[in-house]
């Protein structure tokens, strides 16, 4: 029997959430950011925006305009805009660490629209500390307990949408809704801090579902309260020095700020991908009940665990592995085109390629090709890496022979996988939770400006095929 939930809402945690930065100048933009919304309701409501076709009914509501989605906007030929800022821009200007924007200053700049100074992002660094020192480090007693008793095969995403659903016990905004201390317009104030201690405790969530997988649930490291979040994911993987955790892979001084760097990297183009895609629309269709934030994440978690979606992070790494296998040389192309081919044939997806929204290579791709490029020396004898590479030129036009898909390059999926396994993360079902770290950022910002907005429960009209047959011919003839 699992013992009883106990409280682990600390005051500490209260305190700093109530008087960080981040909450002061969002709190600022709130009373304009609800006005222009109620302009758009009060004397905009039926300007019509799209056409809903029959196709898109039947395709997945592909192309339909029928979310309002404030971080992030999605263009199929440029790619992801964070408040309207290519990922070139963003690493341009939002402060980081040797040139990598940190996650961090991506949080301040999705909910706030604004760029944040180092200060700022520190602010937030600090926050997150802040709550995990009030749990000395550790995750709830009763948290810690369900995971150390799930079966240790259990897959790693079932393990964190769990975790999640487990951390939701001590949600703030379930227990003041539940008390009826809150009313429809403070719902934000504790949906924010509910966000903010969920993205707090994924360095150790995250941490625990890997112990499990490779060290029978003994930590790997632990979370040092003067680094960064990505540090502290890296250090619960067991990935920094022996000071802060056992460097499982013995990597070396340079390999170690390398991949700290591609997670900071890796953490920070992931956050969002516009409201359209599985996991965030699954967040905030969730949320839109009132649900608590823990359980509106742990059903986009839900969505990111499929394999069209965030789980091909993993498909790509086995497909990588089992290619190899088969391919002696990387240049021998007829080789590779062939078993492409072979998958194609068996009606199978080539998983890392195509894109609903994308027409043309995902730009998150070209980033970590170019992470990869800028450390020739490090990749050069990976044969798995080359083939990811050497993949990237041949698959799309296959895919254009073959002539289904609407999009043959590229997506995300199609490197970040084999770069981790690279320096030892190895372990094929585990890459989609640190894809699920850094999507956190994006539908809970979201999230919270749904619940400062008012937004109401999501409930679109279904219809049945009859009625589908019906409407086509009353309007065909
Ligand atoms: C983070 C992310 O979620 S990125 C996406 C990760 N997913 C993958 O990499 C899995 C492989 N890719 C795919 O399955 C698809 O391209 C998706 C799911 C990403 C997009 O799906 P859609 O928008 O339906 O793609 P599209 O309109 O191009 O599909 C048309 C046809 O091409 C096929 N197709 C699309 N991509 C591929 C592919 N990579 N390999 C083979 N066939 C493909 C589709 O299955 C579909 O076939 P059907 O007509 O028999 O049903
Ligand atoms: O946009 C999508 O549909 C899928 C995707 O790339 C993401 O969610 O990152």
Known sequence: ??????????????????????????????????????????NHSNVKIDNITVGSIIGGMRGN???????????????IKFKGMTIKQCQDSLPGIDGIFLPES???????????????????????????KSQNN?????????????????????????????????????????DGKIGKNDYWDSTFDDSMVLIANLPLLIGKIYSNLINNGKSLGSINNSMDWSYNICSMLGMTSTKDSINKNNLNDKQLIDFNNLMRLYLGIHVDHEGGNVSAHTTHLVGSTLADPFLSYASGINGLA???????????????INLEKNVNDVNDNKLIESQIWEILNSNKVIPGYGHAVLRKPDP???????????????????????????????????????????????????ASGILFYHYGIQELLFFTVIFGCSRSIGP??????????????????????????KLTTSRTS
């Not at 305009?65 to 790619?79: C, F, H, I, R, V």
């Open 1 to 42: 029997m699992l013992r009883k939930f106990t409280r682990v809402y600390s005051s500490v945690h209260s305190t700093s959430l109530s008087s960080s930065a981040l909450k002061d100048t969002l709190r600022e933009l709130i009373p304009l950011q609800r006005s222009r919304l109620k302009d758009l309701k009060t």
């Open 65 to 79: 305009q029928s979310m309002l989605w404030d971080g992030t906007t999605l263009s199929p030929n440029e790619g």
């Open 106 to 132: 991506m949080i301040w700049l999705l909910l706030t629209g604004k760029i944040p100074t180092m200060q700022e992002t520190k602010s937030i660094t600090n926050l997150f500390n802040e709550i995990l």
């Open 138 to 178: 550790c995750l709830p007693i009763e948290v810690d307990s369900i995971m150390n008793n799930l079966p240790k095969d259990l897959h790693p995403m079932t393990q964190l949408s769990i975790g999640l659903e487990c951390l939701s016990n001590n949600s703030s905004f379930a227990n003041l809704y539940k």
């Open 306 to 320: 499929g394999p069209l979606h965030g789980l091909a992070a993993q498909e790509v790494v086995r497909f990588l």
């Open 364 to 414: 998150r791709f070209n980033v970590m090709l170019e992470f990869v490029e800028n450390r020739q020396q490090e990749f050069q004898d990976d044969p798995h890496v080359q083939l990811m590479q050497k993949l990237s030129t041949l698959v799309p036009s296959i895919l254009l022979k073959h002539g289904k898909c609407n999009n043959p390059y590229p997506n995300v999926d199609a």
């Open 444 to 469: 809970l910002v979201q999230l919270i400006w749904d619940r400062i907005y008012g937004l109401p429960i999501e409930r679109p009209k279904s219809l049945d095929l009859k009625t589908l047959e």
